[in-house]
C-alpha cells in the first residue's frame, strides 16, 4: 500500500460548489502539507501542518481551508470554487530532514 | 520570501550522455536542505537526491551528483550515463526557516 494516499485522484466541479480533498498517510511523520501545481509555475505551498494544532499558512492559502484531525489525516478544502483553482493537488508528508513524500495527486477541473 | 531559479526551462540530452541541470536560489538561512524531484509523465513526485547545506561533500546516488556551492547558492544536477526513463520534469527545492519554494522546473527530454 501506498505511504501517502490522496482521495479523490479526480474531481470535476461547478463554480461555488465546496470541494473536499482528503490525504492520508502511514509513515508516522508529524509534518504534512498541501501543494499546487499549475502549468509551468511549478508546485507552491497551500497550508502545512507541523503536528495536529500546528497549523500555517502557505504562499498561495487564500481561498482554501485545511483540517488535521489525527497525525495521519490532512484535508483541504475549497469553501466556494472557482475556475482559476484547476490544478493539480499534491499532499505530502516529511520527515526531520525535510524530505517530502509525496501523494499521488488529485487534478481538480472547477467549471 | 525564498526565491529558487531554474534557467533552463528545457533541455534535452543523447541517451547515454551526460547533462547538468542547474538551480539557484536566495536563501538567508545558514542551514538548510536541498533536492532535486523528478516528475515523470505519471505525474508522481519521486525524490532524486538531497544535500544538506552544512556538508561540504557533493551527495551522489548512482548515476545523479550534485553540485553544491553555498557561498554562490548553487545547487546543479548531474545525471551520467542518461536513461530514456530520466525523461520528466526536474524541480529543485532549497527548505529551511518554514518556506518551501521549488524552482519552475526543467524538462529534459532524452533522445534515443
Known amino acids: 500500500d501506498a505511504d501517502v494516499t490522496q482521495t479523490p485522484r479526480n474531481r470535476i466541479t461547478k463554480t461555488g460548489k465546496r470541494i473536499m480533498l482528503e490525504c492520508s498517510q502511514t509513515k508516522g511523520h508529524d509534518r504534512m502539507y498541501w501543494y499546487r501545481q499549475d502549468p509551468g509555475l511549478g508546485l507552491r505551498l497551500i497550508y502545512y501542518?507541523?503536528?495536529?494544532?500546528?497549523?500555517n499558512k502557505g504562499e498561495i492559502s487564500d481561498g482554501y481551508s485545511v483540517s488535521r484531525q489525527a497525525q495521519a489525516k490532512f484535508s483541504l478544502s475549497l469553501e466556494s470554487a472557482i475556475p482559476n483553482q484547476t490544478a493539480l493537488y499534491f499532499c505530502?508528508?516529511?520527515?526531520?530532514?525535510?524530505?517530502?513524500?509525496f501523494g499521488p495527486g488529485t487534478r481538480l477541473t472547477v467549471l | 520570501a525564498q526565491t529558487v531559479t531554474q534557467s533552463q526551462p528545457e533541455m534535452s540530452v543523447q541517451e547515454a550522455e551526460t547533462v547538468t541541470l542547474s538551480c539557484t536560489y536566495d536563501t538567508s538561512e545558514s542551514d538548510y536542505y536541498l533536492f532535486w524531484y523528478k516528475q515523470p509523465p505519471s505525474r508522481q513526485m519521486i525524490l532524486v537526491i538531497r544535500q544538506e547545506a552544512y556538508k561540504q561533500q557533493n551527495a551522489t546516488e548512482n548515476r545523479f551528483s550534485v553540485n553544491f556551492q553555498k557561498a554562490a547558492k548553487s545547487f546543479s544536477l548531474k545525471i551520467s550515463d542518461s536513461q530514456l526513463g530520466d525523461a520528466a520534469m526536474y524541480f529543485c527545492l532549497p527548505t529551511g526557516a518554514n518556506n518551501l519554494f521549488f524552482g519552475t522546473g526543467t524538462r529534459l527530454t532524452v533522445i534515443p
Open positions: 505530502a508528508t516529511s520527515d526531520h530532514t525535510d524530505t517530502q513524500y
Open positions: 501542518s507541523f503536528d495536529v494544532k500546528d497549523i
